[in-house]
């Protein structure tokens, strides 16, 4: 008698067992199949002609955006992006800084063009994103305009006339704009954190 109910009792724990393998593994492929659709949903060209719409979805989900793609398309997205940006969109500039952070490569060489673009047709808005965000951890756009500028410097003939240039441009742009003291020595701050050498 105690045999047969240790016997049934082990059988409802085998079967316990089993429902469980088999609810975990059921869990697992929903969740592999719901990252699957992710990514096939995921489509840079797609995004870079309905970039607005986008936009926080690149922001969750950038490395996404720029690996398995079309390069065609993911320049395509940055170039709206910054196009944006310069135009005045603070969001788009946030994008494209995460973009940046995640990027490698020959698209992470475009973000140097990218950050000096942006530095000199975008003075106003990068500026006054980077000083609103100066206490972040990650400061994506500050160092993306650093790096660009950085490469900018390194390829001038006289690289302390070229950043005499920088500083001047700098203070240039803090009078049209009326920035205060501590914004204008924040800006020059980040003229002082370009490093040429990197690229030597």
């Known amino acids: 008698m105690i045999l047969k109910v240790q016997i049934q009792i082990q059988k409802r724990q085998e079967g316990i067992k089993m429902n469980l393998y088999i609810l975990v593994y059921t869990v697992l492929a929903s969740i592999s199949c719901s990252i699957y659709n992710i990514q096939k949903t995921i489509d840079a060209c797609i995004a870079a002609d309905k970039v607005t719409d986008y936009l926080d979805n690149i922001a969750l989900n950038p490395k996404l955006y720029l690996t398995n793609q079309n390069d065609d398309c993911v320049f395509k997205l940055i170039d709206t992006l910054r196009y944006n940006s310069v135009l005045g969109s603070a969001r788009s500039l946030e994008v494209l800084g995460l973009l940046y952070r995640n990027s490698d490569g020959e698209i992470s060489e475009y973000f140097d063009e990218i950050g000096v673009e942006i530095f000199y047709s975008g003075f106003d808005v990068f500026a006054n994103f980077i000083y609103l965000h100066r206490k972040d951890k990650t400061k994506n756009v500050e160092k993306m305009i650093i790096r660009g500028m950085s490469f ?32 204008t020595d924040y800006l020059l701050g980040i003229e002082k954190q370009m490093n040429p050498s990197i690229f030597d």
């Open 152 to 183: 900018e410097i390194s390829m001038a003939k006289n690289r302390r006339m070229k950043r005499e240039d920088l500083k001047k441009y700098i203070l240039n742009q803090c009078k049209k704009y009326k920035y205060l003291k501590h914004k």
